[in-house]
């Protein structure tokens, strides 16, 4: 029997090289779709804790204290930050400067909730502490307007000096390496109101 030896010719060899290299081109393009939308999953699950969070926050520690907290000023008023104050923010709200204002002094506390409060602004970082997975969270307080609540003689009408209602509206923003105007927000308000005249 005779034995046939083939070798691969140049162009046999070409062809191979670049149906390989047209191969893991395609690949290569697939991995930054991939690696930003791993990134927005992992921010997103990271701001729904973050809300979370800041949600039991003001259940647990404002509402019960609502006209305290309200009278110490812990919100924004209607035009108290301007445009150049939120983009300083990745600067002035970073983790080394925010790492000394801790919401919580107790240790288990801060080990759980991870929220650093400066003034009006709120810092929520991650339990790792990378600042990839951080949020600032921004307190507006609004009076609302005059309202009748309820029908004949059960009517309660809330009103500024008799039974004030408040809107706390969070604004929850990230990243918070970018700017003001760049950044993904998510709004949470809270309408409340005094349980007694």
Avoid at 77 to 101: H, I, L, Q, R
Wanted: with cysteine.
């Amino acid at each position: 029997m005779r034995k046939i030896f083939h070798s691969f010719n140049m162009v046999e060899i070409v062809l191979a090289i670049g149906v390989v290299a047209f191969g893991i081109t395609g690949v290569m393009a697939l991995l930054p779709p991939a690696l930003n939308a791993n990134r927005d999953t992992v921010n997103d699950v990271f701001v729904d804790e973050a809300i979370s969070k800041m949600r039991l926050l003001f259940k647990t520690f404002f509402e019960p204290n609502f006209n305290s907290y309200v009278k110490n000023g812990n919100y924004m008023k209607s035009g108290s930050f301007s445009e150049s104050d939120v983009n300083n923010f990745p600067a002035t709200y970073s983790p080394a400067t925010m790492e000394t204002k801790k919401l919580f002094s107790n240790t288990d506390l801060h080990n759980l909730f991870r929220i650093f409060r400066d003034g009006n602004v709120y810092y929520l970082n991650s339990d790792d502490g990378e600042t990839a997975s951080a949020v600032h969270v921004l307190l507006y307080k609004q009076d609302l307007p005059i309202e009748n609540v309820g029908l004949g003689a059960s009517t309660l009408t809330y009103l500024s000096g008799k039974l004030e209602g408040y809107r706390i509206s969070m604004i929850f923003s990230w990243p918070v390496t970018a700017a003001w105007s760049a950044r993904q927000k998510r709004i949470v308000i809270y309408d409340c109101f005094p349980n007694q005249p």
